[in-house]
């Protein structure tokens, strides 16, 4: 009885130094290699949200312009716009921490399929549909069934760990490559009567001139579905040890461990924390998503730049081209030199610079016209898109890193996504509201919705300095 034997805590503490990725001694210097079929199948699934998202960015101020309902008034176009962007996030909101916890029980895979399914089905409806009520529908059949982000991001937790998540980190990157793609289709695609003549001459297409670019995200959708179905191997992630990227309180093969955990749970600081932040940026982001197309479509005289469809669909691309590109070479070596929490603050930051910049351009074109001090502002404001893009994956490492184990990940990302949908939810129709407002009782100038903006970005960047420097801590 004398001789040595390990307690049951000496085992735990053995145990938790395994389990532990901030353990120096554990964590191995060189990077695990990533399983790259699974990671390119769960990134084509990322891609069509934004293809899907952004494509109706062109021409939706002009869809809603061709109305009824705004009786000719163009300055009303953005409370209805504003409406229908924001009616998706109403219904995401109500249902995706569901899916989430869903996919902790029944496997990612199921809900991805049926997510995919419901963008497929809504794009066409959106692209079928001839009244403001329609349009709203065919959104909200968009957000009540995506479940798809909330389930991604989890997936991509379990595929990866503490020495390659901010190379295998590509989600933002994918983001933004369906964000080249999308402002193309739709901007060139819209009206195709109008554009391809001979090709598009049947009364359909006048009918229905917003179906073309529907329908070919909607094949987007089609294709991503048959790969989630052919490749996507869900055995990939029961087999690894992902407890390795989780801090846990529980001894090892506790319920709290090895299963999903209740929500009041998740209900504490450490996860809450990196939620709110995540909600913050996503506030600003979703304003400055509503707010461009708005400025840009808008006739100078009241408030925008005057572009077309096919022009503001090429300039969003391009800021979708600066932002991959740049995510995908840069984003890993800032955050190895600059550290997550220095980095999500400069993104956040430059929101700030961004809102300040639309008055600035509008004078110059109210002025002196599209100028080339107008393209170089622009450019700026492009310029800092990539900043703000980065902030988005160092969000991504707070909340992934806040999980107690790896079965509650699908419902940390479903209420972080849940938190991020009512803002969003909030965010385009009070952003283009507002501008509506501004711009037709002339409040300062019609400048004041970026005052606001401006404000709300200061006030919220107190959340991004309560994190701690290394996500997890």
């Not at 199948?41 to 998202?53: D, G």
Request: charged share 10%.
């Amino acid at each position: 009885m004398s001789q040595t034997v390990k307690t049951s805590s000496e085992n735990y503490d053995d145990e938790e130094l395994r389990l532990l990725p901030d353990s120096l001694s554990d964590v191995p210097q060189k990077p695990t290699p990533l399983p790259k079929i699974q990671i390119v199948t769960l990134l084509l699934t990322c891609l069509i949200e934004p293809i899907a998202a952004q494509s109706i960015l062109p021409y939706i101020n002009q869809l809603v312009s061709e109305l009824d309902i705004i009786g000719g008034d163009t300055r009303k176009v953005g409370y209805y716009a504003g409406l229908i962007e924001s009616l998706f996030f109403v219904t995401e909101a109500l249902t995706v921490l569901q899916w989430g916890r869903m996919s902790d029980r029944v496997g990612r895979k199921p809900v991805l399929l049926l997510g995919t399914f419901g963008l497929c089905l809504s794009m066409l409806c959106f692209g079928l549909s001839r009244t403001f009520w329609g349009l709203v529908l065919s959104r909200c059949v968009t957000g009540a069934l995506n479940g798809n982000i909330g389930v991604t991001k989890s997936m991509m937790g379990e595929l990866t760990d503490a020495t390659n998540r901010a190379q295998g980190l590509l989600m933002p990157m994918t983001w933004y490559i369906g964000a080249v793609i999308g402002p193309v289709i739709g901007g060139s695609l819209s009206r195709p009567q109008d554009h391809f003549p001979r090709l598009f001459a049947a009364s359909f297409w006048v009918d229905y001139p917003y179906f073309l670019p529907c329908l070919v995200a909607a094949m987007f959708a089609t294709l991503t579905f048959m790969m989630i179905l052919l490749l996507l191997n869900e055995e990939t992630l029961r087999g690894g040890d992902y407890g390795a990227i989780y801090e846990t309180d529980g001894p090892p093969g506790s319920k709290e461990l090895d299963g999903p955990v209740p929500l009041k749970s998740l209900l504490v600081h450490k996860v809450l924390l990196p939620i709110t932040c995540y909600g913050s940026i996503s506030a600003v982001q979703i304003a400055v998503s509503a707010l461009q197309p708005l400025f840009y479509s808008t006739p100078i005289e009241d408030g925008g730049l005057g572009f077309t469809p096919a022009m503001i669909g090429f300039w969003m691309s391009c800021q979708g081209v600066a932002n991959g590109i740049i995510q995908a070479f840069f984003f890993a070596p800032l955050i190895s030199k600059l550290g997550p929490k220095t980095l999500f603050r400069i993104g956040h930051g430059a929101y700030a610079v961004t809102f300040g910049l639309f008055p600035v351009i509008h004078m110059i074109a109210r002025r002196s016209g599209i100028v080339w001090s107008v393209w170089a502002l622009l450019s700026c404001q492009l310029f800092l898109s990539v900043v703000q893009g980065m902030s988005f994956s160092c969000a991504f490492l707070y909340v992934t890193a806040s999980a107690p184990n790896p079965k509650a990940l699908g419902a940390v990302n479903g209420l972080s996504q849940t938190t991020v949908s009512a803002v969003r939810a909030i965010g385009p129709a009070l952003a283009t509201s507002m501008f509506a407002y501004c711009v037709e009782h002339n409040v300062l100038g019609g400048y004041a919705i970026y005052l606001v903006m401006i404000a709300i970005t200061l006030a919220t960047s107190r959340f991004i300095a309560m994190l701690p420097v290394e996500p997890g801590k």
